[in-house]
Nanobody, 123 residues
Framework: QVQLVESGGGLVQAGASLRLSCAAS????????MGWFRQAPGKEREIVAA???????IYADSVKGRFTIFRDNAKNTVYLQMNSLKPEDTAVYYC?????????????????WGQGTQVTVSS
């Protein structure tokens, strides 16, 4: 049974940092690409960052230079380090797994999803 469990969300002030974690189980983590998406109230779910099996990464323009995605295959975990947080980063953040060694920015190309973790950034 595939499980993706996010953690690390919370309420912070603008300019602060948070690190999200996503613990994966039930599949061969090292052969999957992983992504972080977010969804703000009233908006579509959007890509934040993705990482492939060899740690190649892609980022949304809005987070480039502030967020970093990385993975630890020994721990079956993918992380999202978020620095210089802004109020517009407020959203539910979702971890997703794609049954491919190639990463993707497209929501429809991911096979498994976590339950999400809330990130709220106050001004």
């Amino acid at each position: 049974q595939v499980q993706l469990v996010e953690s690390g969300g919370g309420l912070v002030q603008a300019g602060a940092s948070l690190r999200l974690s996503c613990a994966a189980s039930g599949f061969t983590f090292s052969t999957y690409s992983m992504g972080w998406f977010r969804q703000a109230p009233g908006k579509e779910r959007e890509i934040v960052a993705a990482i492939n099996w060899s740690s190649g990464t892609i980022y949304a323009d809005s987070v480039k230079g502030r967020f970093t995605i990385f993975r630890d295959n020994a721990k079956n975990t993918v992380y999202l380090q978020m620095n210089s947080l802004k109020p517009e980063d407020t959203a539910v953040y979702y971890c997703a797994a794609r049954r491919s060694t190639y990463s993707s920015a497209l929501r429809r190309e991911y096979d498994y999803w976590g339950q999400g973790t809330q990130v709220t950034v106050s001004s």
